[in-house]
T-cell receptor, first 112, second 117 residues
Framework: DGGITQSPKYLFRKEGQNVTLSCEQNLNHDAMYWYRQDPGQGLRLIYYSQIVNDFQKGDIAEGYSVSREKKESFPLTVTSAQKNPTAFYLC???????????FGQGTRLTVV | AQKVTQAQTEISVVEKEDVTLDCVYETRDTTYYLFWYKQPPSGELVFLIRRNSFDEQNEISGRYSWNFQKSTSSFNFTITASQVVDSAVYFCALSETVNQAGTALIFGKGTTLSVSS
């Protein structure tokens, strides 16, 4: 089935560790996005990528890094520089400008 | 700056009641798109509708309807005869030009709808 797959669904991290969240899509979409969701805050844009080997910072990029080596994949690394990483992370893709974004099922990250 | 405001944080209704979720937006773009998404307890966002800035016709899809009024910068969503399965968080979103190459969605903070039987 076509769609966006995020893994893992739940992730626990010790303070000071980097962790990488996986996002894969088989929709042949050019654009991919990472959003962070906190209770009562809606979704905030972390990073986005319009094409392979190119990505841009969103509103809250500090403490995060991404790569886009393949069209299908857009992994997000939460680094130790991110002071409050506990949140729900959603990956999305879209086929072009002005179109709706399709979302994965999300990864819930908890710092322990 | 572009912004989406959903003033209603939580709404509770009883089954079969009609309910309207409000969305007000700000943008300097002349061309833009508005969206509504539903987030059930499972967490995945489900796309409901996309509306462009040049089309102010109201749209109806089953029990769902949308009212777009450019004059008041609003894009409200009404559920008629609500059902328990409608319980979810609903997000309104606005397309934003992020660079010369593309767009991204900016979201409101969401409205949590609870429908009781």
């Amino acid at each position: 089935d076509g769609g966006i797959t995020q893994s893992p669904k739940y992730l626990f991290r010790k303070e000071g560790q980097n962790v990488t969240l996986s996002c894969e899509q088989n929709l042949n979409h050019d654009a991919m996005y990472w959003y962070r969701q906190d209770p009562g805050q809606g979704l905030r844009l972390i990073y986005y990528s319009q094409i392979v080997n190119d990505f841009q910072k969103g509103d809250i990029a500090e403490g995060y890094s991404v790569s886009r080596e393949k069209k299908e994949s857009f992994p997000l690394t939460v680094t130790s520089a991110q002071k409050n990483p506990t949140a729900f992370y959603l990956c999305a893709s879209s086929p072009g400008h002005w179109t709706e974004a399709f979302f994965g099922q999300g990864t819930r990250l908890t710092v322990v | 700056a572009q912004k989406v405001t959903q003033a209603q944080t939580e709404i509770s209704v009883v089954e079969k009641e009609d309910v309207t979720l409000d969305c007000v937006y700000e943008t300097r773009d002349t061309t833009y798109y508005l969206f509504w998404y539903k987030q059930p307890p499972s967490g995945e966002l489900v796309f409901l509708i996309r509306r462009n800035s040049f089309d102010e016709q109201n749209e109806i899809s089953g029990r769902y309807s949308w009212n777009f009024q450019k004059s008041t910068s609003s894009f409200n969503f009404t559920i008629t005869a609500s059902q328990v399965v409608d319980s979810a968080v609903y997000f309104c979103a606005l397309s934003e030009t992020v660079n010369q190459a593309g767009t991204a969605l900016i979201f409101g903070k969401g409205t949590t709808l609870s429908v009781s039987s």
